[in-house]
């Protein structure tokens, strides 16, 4: 149980255009949804907080209207990268939280996502 | 803020006992986990424990709690190559469940 998945695995795309990834809990039904950052060879930078209804929680350097999160649903949570440039380019991983069920603020994460932008 | 510290680097032989440790500061940390990441991959929750436990035992990880010292530690038993991956600590305190993340721990597993 407690599995994340994210869409797609893999993506390059050209400076300006913008990307969309997919972050879905496939087995619970999760109210927070956390989006990170991870460097090469570097620990994950959590960028925000997602909610199921409400407005994302950024963290501080994050630009929201650059990178917009959408929490349509219990179960999906969208990251778009606006107009990227390639010092978007990273590993972007998304994680869901499984708190009611369990008690606790256990995060399970997705597989990430590769975008690399030229 | 909050502050987690791990050592960057462990070596060790195929079938030995593995220990990875790590430092926080919040002394209001509420759960402590583990996450292994393998190349190219995302995180995978290998165990966590509570502020108030010393000791959790799962199979071959076992995970000590110092609250005293904020030291925590993970113990790979009959270490295998395929635990060859890198190791983050992690905590959770008082904002709500935002997870602070070690720089995480490569560990290189030799036959």
Known sequence: ?118 | GEDVEQSLFLSVREGDSSVINCTYTDSSSTYLYWYKQEPGAGLQLLTYIFSNMDMKQDQRLTVLLNKKDKHLSLRIADTQTGDSAIYFCAESGTAGNKLTFGGGTRVLVKP
């Not at chain 1, 972050?23 to 060879?41: E, G, H, I, N, V």
């Not at chain 1, 925000?48 to 929201?64: D, H, L």
């Open chain 1, 1 to 118: 149980g407690a599995v994340v998945s994210q869409h797609p695995s893999r993506v390059i795309c050209k400076s300006g255009t913008s990307v969309k990834i997919e972050c879905r809990s496939l087995d619970f039904q999760a109210t927070t949804m956390f989006w990170y950052r991870q460097f090469p060879k570097q620990s994950l930078m959590l960028m925000a907080t997602s909610n199921e209804g409400s407005k994302a929680t950024y963290e501080q350097g994050v630009e929201k209207d650059k990178f917009l999160i959408n929490h349509a649903s219990l179960t999906l949570s969208t990251l778009t990268v606006t107009s990227a440039h390639p010092e978007d380019s990273s590993f972007y991983i998304c994680s869901a939280s499984l708190s009611v069920l369990r008690g606790t603020d256990t995060q399970y994460f997705g597989p990430g996502t590769r975008l690399t932008v030229l």
